[in-house]
DNA sequence: AATCCGGGGAT
DNA sequence: ATCCCAGGATT
């Protein structure tokens, strides 16, 4: 079972994890077959995103689009259709892309090395680590927060986590403890640890760990005191007024630009500043759409990762211009049922949506 | 090395 | 309110 070039200590903690997982393991829908396919559309999800909020999303995900090719000539309207909600939409943009490399430079293989993965778009050091080690049993650790979190405490790391050392002295840490013989499972093992048992933010479940009897934050007391963590960065607030521009059943909606926030995305029209109805008027002329009824909506707050949108809102009842030159304009009215159905509207929205 | 990029659940 | 989550691309 243990290699030789592995120190006792070495295998000793990675039998215990080992143990562990074979019978605490998270039932998972992507660990039931763990294709190259599967793995990577599970781990591109649950980049920064928790795993309940995850399963849904997969299993519709993977009923649409069952396999590599699939996903490379799927449209990427659709794509982002299947992703609403989620959030980080240069994911599937940076998938997709990565999924027609695969199609045109392998074959349609997905490679199974860390090198060759971490050359498709949107596929970093973690990504390609944990597909090569999941799928292909490639020996490798794939350091994710968890990993991060786990390393800190066991070793009574005192810097912060959130810098490319500590990634780095976490990294040769587990390549010391990996059961070169089960990869995948060392670094799925590592990730339930930390959900459920090293838990971030207050108590972490020592007693239920089996790592406790060789963690150096659970000897010395600092279970709470570790991760050291790095100040976040305050949030700028940005003031936006929104318009909710109907004629008839329809209401008017735009496609955003191909990079920044929310790229690609739909929306309702929207500028910057709180407007006066004088001017969400004049904004809705400016739209090719003739105002003939406006009232005020309700305000609300949208918090992004980086950025607060406080937002005002009118709907405005209003008849499109014959005469509006709509050639240049982004914009245009969509059919209620079309919303729901065809185009992506970010959650920020949400509060005018419900019509 | 910093900054940008979403959304939601737990505390 | 604050934290932070199976991070990657861009600057």
Not at 329 to 334: E, I, L, P
Request: with cysteine.
């Amino acid at each position: 079972m243990n290699t030789s070039n592995r120190n006792q200590q070495a295998a000793k903690l990675s039998d215990l994890l080992l143990s562990w997982y074979d019978s605490e393991r998270r039932i998972l829908p992507w660990r039931e077959d763990p294709t190259p396919y599967h793995v990577w559309v599970s781990e591109i999800m649950l980049q920064q995103t928790r795993v309940d909020t995850v399963i849904e999303y997969y299993q519709r995900f993977l009923r649409e689009l069952p396999d590599v090719k699939a996903l490379a000539e799927a449209e990427e309207e659709r794509l982002l259709k299947l992703w609403q909600g989620l959030g980080y939409y240069s994911r599937i943009r940076n998938m997709h892309k990565g999924a027609i490399q695969v199609m045109e430079e392998y074959g349609g293989e997905i490679p199974g090395t860390p090198k060759e993965l971490q050359k498709l778009s949107g596929i970093g050091e973690y990504v390609a680590a944990a597909i090569s080690s999941i799928a292909f049993a490639y020996p490798i650790p794939s350091v994710d927060g968890n990993l991060l979190r786990v390393y800190a405490r066991m070793t009574g790391y005192e810097e912060s986590i959130r810098t490319t050392a500590a990634r780095k002295v976490a990294t040769a840490y587990y390549e010391e403890i990996l059961d070169r013989t089960r990869p995948g499972d060392m670094n799925q093992a590592l990730m339930d640890l930390g959900a459920t048992i090293c838990l971030p933010n207050g108590a972490p479940l020592c007693g239920k760990c089996p790592w406790q009897m060789h963690c150096e934050a659970r000897r010395t007391g600092k279970e709470q005191q570790l991760p050291v963590k790095e100040e976040k960065k305050q949030r700028r607030k940005e003031k936006r007024t929104v318009l909710r521009i109907r004629t008839g059943d329809r209401v008017v909606i735009g496609k955003r630009p191909e990079r920044g926030l929310l790229a690609n995305l739909y929306e309702l029209p929207n500028a910057e500043g709180w407007l006066t109805e004088a001017q969400a008027e004049e904004a809705c002329r400016t739209l090719g759409y003739e105002p003939k009824a406006i009232r005020k909506l309700k305000p609300s707050k949208h918090i992004f990762s980086h950025v607060e949108w406080h937002m005002h809102a009118f709907e405005i009842e209003a008849e499109e211009r014959p005469d509006a030159s709509a050639a240049e304009n982004v914009f245009f009215a969509a059919e209620k049922s079309a919303l729901q159905e065809e185009y992506s509207i970010p959650t920020a929205f949400k509060a005018y949506m419900d019509f």
